[in-house]
Nanobody, 125 residues
Framework: VQLQASGGGLVQAGGSLRLSCAASGIIFGRYTMGWFRQAPGKEREFVAGIGWAGTNTTYADSVKGRFTVSRDNAKNTVYLQMDTLKPEDTAVYYC???????????????????WGRGTLVTVSS
C-alpha cells in the first residue's frame, strides 16, 4: 500500500491550499480515508475523514467550517481543501486509510494505516 500526499507549501494566514493523496496497492473504493497532521513537538492528530462512498465526512473541531475533505474513487485520490488557514494549522499532513475495509471514520491513529511521507504546510502570520 502506498499513499502519497502532496500539495503542501507556504501560505499566509487566511489563505488556502488543496492537498491531494494518491493511493496505490489497495482497492481504494473499499476504504474510509483520513487526513492527520503532526506539528513540531506534538502528537499526530486527526483532521478529517471521509467514508468509502464519499457520503460521510467527519472533521476535528479545530478545522470544522474551514477544511473540506473529498474523494474521487475513479482516480484513487482523496483531497483536503484548506481555507482560512491559521498559523496553528502549520504541520506535516498525512493521509491514511482505515485498517478495516468498509469501516467508518474514527479519530484514533492506531486504526489507520499507510501514512506515507506527508506534506508540509506552513502558515505564516
Amino acid at each position: 500500500v502506498q499513499l502519497q500526499a502532496s500539495g503542501g507549501g507556504l501560505v499566509q494566514a487566511g489563505g488556502s491550499l488543496r492537498l491531494s493523496c494518491a493511493a496505490s496497492g489497495i482497492i481504494f473504493g473499499r476504504y474510509t480515508m483520513g487526513w492527520f497532521r503532526q506539528a513540531p513537538g506534538k502528537e499526530r492528530e486527526f483532521v478529517a475523514g471521509i467514508g468509502w462512498a464519499g457520503t460521510n465526512t467527519t472533521y476535528a473541531d479545530s478545522v470544522k467550517g474551514r477544511f473540506t475533505v473529498s474523494r474521487d474513487n475513479a482516480k484513487n485520490t482523496v483531497y483536503l481543501q484548506m481555507d482560512t488557514l491559521k498559523p496553528e494549522d502549520t504541520a506535516v499532513y498525512y493521509c491514511a486509510r482505515k485498517l478495516v475495509p468498509y469501516s467508518g471514520v474514527t479519530t484514533t491513529t492506531y486504526e489507520w494505516r499507510g501514512w506515507g511521507r506527508g506534506t508540509l504546510v506552513t502558515v505564516s502570520s
